[in-house]
């Protein structure tokens, strides 16, 4: 104990890191004291003291010298001082992925575990779980066993936590432990029932009826307020499963626990039960009249649990929270900054239209009193209200404004733009007053990548103003005085204007010529190419290389170049072969890669992260069969369920749909433990002209281990002719195996074959969405050569609003200028959608919607070809 006083006190006088210039090499050398005689306990603590300090800062200790030093600490098992002992555990854990041979400590953990030294016994149990494998394990299942239900808590805790961990490697082999684990979750100590109910939820996890079963038993059997916390959570989370909401037997469970003695418990039941998906507000009353008790009590940690749940609540059922609005005002003026600011963005979701004000006013007060992250709270508030309450919308832009002017951080000023970004979309009339303040804020705007999406967003929506003129003075001050990256979002901005607007061209054309002398060789290109595409005064150029940007994948399009470099060919690199860029989100809040750099913070310079598309093109070009096909023109962006998840065989569906061919990739899952299954292969049939080609079988698929098998299917020669539907038939080869080991009991198996559901093609599977920023300028760029002008009555939709999502979803195009929103108790609507068709053509459509007795529509679509004119004309129809 002295010793003990002595190293502590020590640690307290230390002004600074003592192992703060630490070398490897040194640190490696000394570790030749672990073969002295007789050992110095003292010294050897701090050698694996130093040693753990590197391995935990990152630093790279090669598999040779990690031996060396792995082995040389072995002889330490010969010393009988406690904390020696327990420094030697901790560091085998950690060194026993980076030295090789790590077993031969098997035998002297295996004695420490079975010894009568109980702070051994758990020590040992814990670093005998990081270096044993499945083979092993077996040899030392009872050892565990016999941990797990060891009367000291240390250990079976340990033995049960190492249970968890080796729940992957050899899960079958911890199954057999559930009799252990119901004994100890007997236990009278709150953590060996914790973590014995964790393990035994973990081996039933996937057997509803018996999770269900485990909850019926246990739910009034359990004093430790952790395991039933974790209770809570398993039947919260059967219960969404399920989507029985209120009506099952678990919610009446998750209710009873309102009633627990214990806070912990009585606050996780209650934040379940308003985070279940399908209930009313009704089901919600005493969750909520818990969370309101909380909200007077005397300890913070409670009433700033309560207080922010019910934040969160707000969201979805305000009405339900409005009962809590005088004990929130109450807490406006807690102690606690944090309380208060939740108390006050929570009355700002529940409150009266005329208490907006006075609540501003109020956290306005301490707005620089708190953390930037209860700051964005308040953002996200201020966000909710101008949906709720429109007309408030000219009062909140005030506050964003103010607060855009404050300090703060990164995502604390990224989360105000957003919002004044969201609500310029919602209220066209919000325009002026939103880009006039994002262009007193890039002034002084010290993060780079703000600057340049502020930018984009001024050379976007600028130019649609009534007095454009006005922001150019703001646009160019940035490339006089900014860093490269913004100086050439400048440039890009400035050209949108003289693109978008005659008189303001001449002017634009004389900036962009000062910026030819820039210092940056971005910043000169990109001046330099916008002013001959504006010199040229022709509409179609500068839509095509102006208004609307390229819409292709940048890792796409760097690896068709990295191709087309290392395999010299006399014909021009064609920008048709690059897939296009998945157009998801809003395009404003999105930014353009040509603009803003697509990297937050923090991320590497010049990474750009794979989209979804982007992986299964890599995945695609490595299978040898579909070399031929060419590049990948577009994915499915959600797989489609051909089985139910609870069936033998689970099987998802994913289209991939290139120039003249559709691969239809398989995800299968194999769910019986008895059974292998070899030469896995989807047998499709159609009588639409559609004819299967060729299928890549997948090897084999274990029990629960996922495996892919490949369609390839050839589209008909008439273009016209793009919408099937095709049966499908799951078939294999069946081996009956042991369900322990999962080897096979003999080599020969059966055929068989298991029917799955149908898989239709759509128009949609042959349009890629993509983004353009000025319709008009694309409608005039296309022309009328190639248009199909139409009326349709929709019978069957009764609404605009509905009328708008069906078309979308036929067609799947993307819309523009945001006009898939359709305003309130609107009689008329145009939507606007873009695309491009399988083939690299552009197809526009322009749907003139009224509601007049049923819905009438005006469909005009034009394309770069005839027949793709028709398909997407006929995609109503």
């Known amino acids: 104990m002295l010793g003990l006083r002595r190293d502590k006190k020590d640690e307290e006088g230390a002004s600074s890191n003592p192992f703060q210039r630490l070398e490897k090499a040194a640190v490696l050398q000394d570790a030749r004291t672990f073969n002295e005689t007789p050992i110095h306990p003292r010294r050897c603590i701090q050698i694996l003291t130093k ?120 899960v079958d082999l911890v199954k057999r432990w559930v009799n252990e684990a119901q004994q100890a979750v007997s236990s009278d100590n709150i953590m060996v029932q914790y973590h014995a109910l964790g393990v035994l939820y973990h081996i039933k996890k996937r057997d509803r009826l018996a999770i269900s079963k485990l909850i019926d038993k246990l739910s009034r059997s359990l004093r430790s307020p952790y395991a039933n916390c974790l209770l809570i959570r398993i039947a919260a989370r059967l219960v969404e499963d399920e989507e029985a909401g209120a009506d099952s037997n678990l919610y009446d469970f998750l209710e009873s626990c309102l009633r627990n003695k214990s806070e912990m418990v009585i606050y996780e039941a209650a934040r379940a039960l308003v985070n279940l998906k399908n209930v009313s507000a009704r089901d919600l009353a005493p969750a909520i009249s818990v969370l309101q008790l909380f909200l007077s009590s005397p300890k913070p940690t409670l009433r700033f649990a309560a207080v922010r749940t019910l934040n969160k609540v707000a969201m979805t059922h305000p009405l339900s929270v409005t009962t809590c609005n005088l004990d929130l005002e109450n807490l406006i003026t807690d102690a606690n900054r944090s309380i208060a600011t939740l108390a006050i963005t929570t009355l700002l979701k529940t409150g009266s239209e005329g208490s907006v004000e006075r609540l501003m006013k109020q956290i306005s007060s301490f707005m620089s009193e708190i953390s930037d992250e209860f700051k964005i709270v308040v953002v996200d508030a201020i966000k909710s209200l101008c949906l709720k309450y429109p007309r408030k919308h000219n009062v909140m832009m005030t506050y964003l404004s103010t607060m855009l002017r404050d300090e703060g951080g990164f995502e604390y000023k990224k989360a105000i733009i957003n919002t004044v970004v969201n609500i310029i979309e919602e209220h066209a009339d919000a325009k002026d007053t939103g880009l006039s303040q994002l262009c007193e804020f890039i002034e002084d705007c010290e993060h780079t990548l703000l600057a340049t999406r502020i930018l984009h967003l001024l050379g976007k929506e600028g130019p649609r103003t009534q007095m454009p003129a006005k922001y150019i003075r703001f646009i160019y001050n940035r490339v006089i005085l900014e860093k490269p990256p913004v100086r050439a979002a400048a440039v890009s901005a400035l050209a949108k204007f003289g693109a978008a607007s005659d008189s303001l061209l001449p002017s634009i054309i004389v900036l962009l010529l000062r910026c030819m002398m820039d210092e940056d060789d971005e910043v000169r290109d990109r001046a330099t190419f916008y002013k001959a595409i504006l010199e040229q005064r022709q509409k179609s150029l500068t839509s095509q290389f102006i208004l609307n940007t390229l819409n292709v994948s940048v890792v796409g399009l760097e690896r068709a170049l990295l191709q087309y470099t290392q395999e010299p060919s006399d014909v021009p690199f064609d920008i048709k072969t690059v897939p296009l860029a998945i157009a998801t989100g809003s395009e404003v809040s999105r930014g353009s890669t040509s603009d803003a750099p697509s990297a937050g913070p923090g991320a590497k310079p010049g990474v750009v992260a794979a989209s979804r598309q982007d992986v299964y093109a890599e995945q695609l070009a ?256």
Request: charged letters at 25%; hydrophobic letters at 40%.
């Open 622 to 877: 490595a299978i040898s069969e579909f070399a031929h096909l060419g590049p990948l023109f577009k994915s499915s962006t959600k797989p489609t369920e051909l089985t139910e998840s609870e069936t033998e065989y689970v099987v998802n569906c994913v289209k991939h749909t290139f120039s003249k061919h559709v691969v239809f990739q398989f995800d299968c899952t194999n769910t019986l433990n008895d059974q292998i299954l070899e030469n896995v292969m989807v047998q499709m049939e159609s009588s639409d002209g559609f004819d299967v080609e060729l299928n890549v079988a997948c090897p084999a698929l274990k029990y629960n281990e996922p495996g892919t098998t490949y369609t390839c299917v050839t589209l008909p020669d008439d273009l016209t002719q793009v919408t099937g539907t095709f049966s499908c038939t799951l078939k294999f080869i069946v081996k009956d195996c042991d369900p322990n080991s999962g080897e096979p009991d003999t080599d020969e198996g059966y055929e068989d074959e298991y029917v799955l559901e149908d898989i239709e093609v759509t128009v949609a599977d042959h349009m890629q969405k993509v983004v353009k920023s000025n319709f008009a300028a694309s409608w005039e760029e296309l022309g009328d050569a190639h248009q199909i002008e139409d009326v349709f009555a929709l019978t069957q939709i009764k609404t605009i609003d509905a009328a708008v999502k069906q078309i979308m979803q036929f067609m799947g195009m993307q819309p523009c200028e945001r006009s898939d929103k359709v305003p309130d108790n609107k009689l008329s609507h145009t939507l606007l959608l873009s695309g491009v068709y399988r083939g690299g053509h552009d197809v526009l459509v322009r749907a003139q919607l009224v509601s007049d007795q049923g819905i009438q529509m005006k469909l005009t679509v034009r394309s770069t070809d005839s027949d793709v004119t028709q398909v997407i004309a006929s995609a109503v129809g």
């Open 51 to 170: 040693i753990l300090y590197l391995i935990n800062q990152g630093e790279s200790i090669g598999t040779v010298e990690a031996t060396e030093a792995f082995f040389a600490m072995t002889k330490l098992f010969q010393s009988k001082d406690m904390m020696l002992r327990r420094m030697v555990y901790l560091t085998i854990k950690e060194m026993s992925t980076l030295a090789d041979d790590v077993i031969i400590v098997t035998s002297s953990l295996t004695k420490d575990m079975t010894g009568k030294e109980d702070l051994y016994r758990a020590s040992a149990i814990r670093a005998l779980c990081t270096i044993t494998d499945s083979s092993m394990l077996q040899s030392l299942e009872r050892y565990f066993k016999q941990a797990i239900v060891d009367k000291e808590a240390s250990v079976a805790s340990a033995a049960l936590t190492s249970a968890l961990h080796l729940m992957k490697p050899s």
